[in-house]
């Protein structure tokens, strides 16, 4: 936080641009945009960026950066530019081709094993953890007790070990 009291940054709307702004709220847009276009609204109706940042429970900076962005590129800067982050250095078909090996393929895999097998197959380099990872967010590997081994090995166990 700063300790000098500079000029208030402070944005003036026409009525369309207030409206227009008021109806993203209904739109099928990011809710980013939406918080970003009412970060806009509440200031041109008098909100200090100290208000409106307690409000949203963001970094003053934040606020500011909003602001700003709206004076200089209007209302396409309330959006993100594409092409943000490093991008996947795997295809759709790549984790499909796993996926239907660990469904028809009588053997079990381990992550590295996967690893290794999409890099000798299909030259994709991914490391096993990140393999795990993209894996367990498409629900492919986890809780399903067909898809790591053909049977419960815990229930195999003998039951006359049970303590009463």
């Given at each position: 936080?700063?300790?000098y009291m500079g000029a208030r940054l402070r944005v003036f709307l026409t009525r369309e641009q207030d409206r227009t702004l008021l109806n993203l709220r209904t739109e099928e847009v990011p809710q980013k945009v939406?918080?970003?276009a009412e970060?806009?609204?509440?200031?041109?109706?008098?909100?200090?960026?100290?208000?409106?940042?307690?409000?949203f429970n963001w970094d003053q900076q934040t606020v500011r950066d909003v602001l700003h962005k709206w004076r200089k590129q209007g209302l396409e800067g309330?959006?993100?530019?594409?092409?943000?982050?490093?991008?996947?250095k795997w295809k759709e078909e790549d984790i499909v081709f796993l996926e239907e090996c660990l469904r028809i393929e009588p053997r079990?895999?381990?992550?590295?094993?996967?690893?290794?097998?999409?890099?000798?197959?299909?030259?994709?380099?991914?490391?096993?953890?990140?393999?795990?990872?993209v894996l367990k967010k498409r629900g492919s590997i986890g809780n399903?007790?067909?898809?790591?081994?053909?049977?419960?090995?815990?229930?195999?166990?003998?039951?006359?070990?049970?303590?009463?």
């Open positions: 936080m700063t300790d939406k918080d970003r970060v806009i609204r509440l200031n041109a109706h008098g909100w200090y960026v100290e208000k409106i940042a307690a409000h309330l959006w993100e530019l594409p092409g943000r982050g490093l991008k996947p079990t895999y381990n992550s590295s094993q996967l690893s290794e097998k999409l890099n000798t197959e299909r030259n994709v380099q991914l490391s096993p953890d990140r393999l795990r990872r399903g007790q067909e898809k790591a081994t053909k049977e419960n090995k815990t229930r195999s166990q003998k039951r006359g070990n049970k303590q009463t």
